[in-house]
Each structure stands twice: as C-alpha cells, then as structure tokens.
C-alpha cells in the first residue's frame, strides 16, 4: 500500500501544475490512468496565451499566469515555455458589431491594434479581404505560442524533484473513504492511501466523483477538431498570425511548416479518447476556404481532443461540501494550458487555507458548492 499526504487523479496540465504547487508542502503522488502524462486533452490544444478565449474570469486567470510564462520561475531551471505570435481578428461587415464588442471585452487585459483593409492583407496575406470578406479587424500583438510538452515536463521534474511520484497506467477501479482517508485501487490491483484527493481527472472528473461518492457537478466534454494542411507555394506558414473570426467559427494558423485549422466545433462527447470524423474535418476545410483564398486539397495531419465545460464555462475549484477530504480541479474548458499556473496556486492556496493569490478573484465563484441545491 502507498501512502501520501496527496493522491492526485489525472496527468494532464491541471494535475501536474496542482501537483507541483502542492509539493511545496506535502508528499504527493499523482496517478495517471494512460500510460503517458498529458495524453488527452493537454496534448491536444493549440496551446496559446490569449485574451479572445472564454469570459473575464478565464482572462483574468490568463492575465495572473503570463508571467510564468514569459519569466519561467528559477526553480524550473532553463526552460523556454513560450514564443510571441500575434493574434489576428477579422470580420465581415455583418460581424462588425461583434468585433466592437469583443474589443470592448478585451481592452482591461490587453493592447489591440486597428486594421483596415489594407492591414489585414498585410498582416495576413491569405485572408479574404474586401467585399463579402473581412473588412475591418484588429491584432494583438501579446499573444504568445506556449509549448505544452515543455510545460508538462517542467512540472513533472519540479515534482518528482520535491519528492513527488508520478504513477502513469494507474486506471482507477475503486475509491473507498477510510476513517480519515481515501485508499484508491487501481485496475492493476495497486492501492494507494492518503487524507486528500484531488480530482483533475478532466473529461472523467464527475465519474471520479461518482466512485469516491460525491455529487457530479454536471461537467459536459465536448470534442474540438484540428486538420493540419500545406500552404500555398509562395506562403510561409510561419508568418501567419493566427486568425480568429468573431462568430466561433473558425480559426488557423502556423503548424510545423504547415497550417491548422479548426471549426471550433463543440460536439458533447461521452469521456473517451477523442477521434476526428469526418464532418468536421470537412467543415474544417469547407470554412477555410471560404474565409480565406487557401484551398485543402490534402488533410496531411488531423486529432481531437475534448475539452470539459461545467454548466457555468467557469472552473470546478475547491472542496466538496458534501464529503471531506475531496478537492475538485476540473472544467477548464479551452483554457487548461493559458491558466494553469494561476489556477495550480489557488488549488494550493485552498488546500492550506491561504488567502487567494489572484487579486480581485473571489474563490468561492469557482467553488463545486455552487451547483449543489
């Protein structure tokens, strides 16, 4: 039997950042039930820093974990987590009362630059412009690329360096509170003992709940789709800002030498290991070339990941009210990788009863208790 202070469900970037917050303090162990941190979710976002996702609670937890990225801490040695890449959003002429209104939601936390016409052909040169293309548009030059795979790893290290242990391949079977504590079977008939669990299980958290007896709180994955393409001949894909339109409806960008694109499709999906079919690739393809002069004559490259929402669009963070010692960490939605290291010190700031560390940030708005009766 394995003994912790912390048993941590889920591997992905909510877990491994909690993790490592919490090893500042504790001997934690994180379990992951596939055979790889980061398997899901987190190693299928397009893995950027930006202000256009989400509601002003997810910019501002945005907003509190840029610097992490941009100064990584010392204690994670020399690790580069990001690069600049501007974000471009164009819009029709029937989309322009959205661009206002989102440029209005963005001016707390960020700077955007104006386009014309002309501007947003030299910003991005594949773009429609003009008549029943974009006419107007704005760019925010802040934006950054982050590296989900350098991200994982440096709080992997920065874990097991404190003492931490990460188990991959430890599906659960059971959860069973004993006295003050919880013992966790694995599938493989390990068990593993500690006085809190933290549930960063993503897509599976509220069937985590269900085992350890906790109310679900109605978290819903949806599944997103990415279709990676060849540009055309005289384009450098990694020039290209990536571009969002106003509606959810499209987005692409730079991608290895190539470009990707997404439909931002948002299909409820039961928890598993997402696959991209066929109808959203195609609208994939069908909305690239309709908002741009780019054709996809080849998909070269294409995955799926789901992304979990609870009914609100706002995170699950803190304790159960009804059973002690079980910490949720889930609904990240999009924004896992941009918050996580905001997101990582209000987990540890609740589990040792510290005061929030996200100024103007009220945790209880976060907290599973609101969709309790």
């Known amino acids: 039997m394995n003994t912790s202070d912390i048993l941590v469900i889920g591997g992905g970037i909510a877990g491994l950042s909690a993790a490592a917050a919490l090893s500042k303090h504790a001997k934690v162990t994180v379990l992951e039930a596939e055979e790889q941190v980061g398997y899901h979710s987190s190693g299928r976002s397009a893995a950027l820093l930006h202000y256009a996702l989400g509601n002003p609670t997810i910019r501002r937890l945005t907003q509190a974990s840029r610097q992490f990225f941009e100064d990584p801490p010392g204690e994670l040695g020399e690790v580069t987590l990001s690069s600049t890449l501007p974000i471009l959003t164009p819009a029709r ?139 055309p001949a005289d384009i450098d894909p990694s020039r290209l800002p990536f571009t969002k339109t106003v509606p959810d409806e499209l987005y692409f960008g730079p991608e290895a030498g190539r470009v990707f694109a997404s439909p931002m499709d948002e299909v409820p999906s039961d928890p598993c290991d997402a696959q991209p079919e066929e109808y959203e690739m195609a609208l994939a393809a069908d909305r690239i070339e309709q908002r741009t002069t780019m054709t996809v004559r080849r998909i070269e490259h294409r995955w799926a990941g789901l992304r979990t929402f609870a009914p609100d669009r706002l995170p699950v963070v803190g304790f159960a ?40 940030l009220d945790p209880a708005s976060l907290a599973p208790a609101r969709f309790l009766p």
Not at 100 to 127: K, M
Not at 335 to 360: D, K, Y
Request: aromatic residues 6%.
């Open 93 to 231: 002429e029937d989309e322009l009362d959205g661009l206002r209104a989102l440029a209005d939601d963005l001016s707390p936390f960020t700077h955007i630059d104006w386009l014309d016409e002309e501007g947003l052909r030299r910003e991005c040169p594949v773009l429609r412009v003009g008549g029943d293309g974009a006419v107007q548009g704005f760019i925010d030059r802040t934006a950054l690329k982050l590296d989900g795979h350098s991200l994982l790893q440096a709080f992997a290290r920065l874990l097991r360096r404190r003492g931490g242990e990460i188990c991959t391949g430890a599906r659960i079977q059971s959860i069973d509170r004993m006295g003050s504590s919880w013992r966790l079977r694995t599938e493989r008939g390990v068990e593993y003992v500690a006085p809190l669990l933290v549930n960063a299980a993503g897509a599976w958290a509220d069937s985590v709940a269900r085992l350890a007896g906790t109310a679900p709180v109605g978290l819903q994955p949806k599944r997103r789709t990415i279709i990676v393409f060849d540009a």
């Open 321 to 360: 009210p009804d059973v002690e010692g079980f910490f949720w960490l889930a609904g990240q939605g999009g924004a896992g990788l941009q918050t996580a290291p905001a997101m990582a010190e209000i987990a540890a700031s609740l589990v040792r009863g510290a005061a929030c560390p996200v100024p103007g």
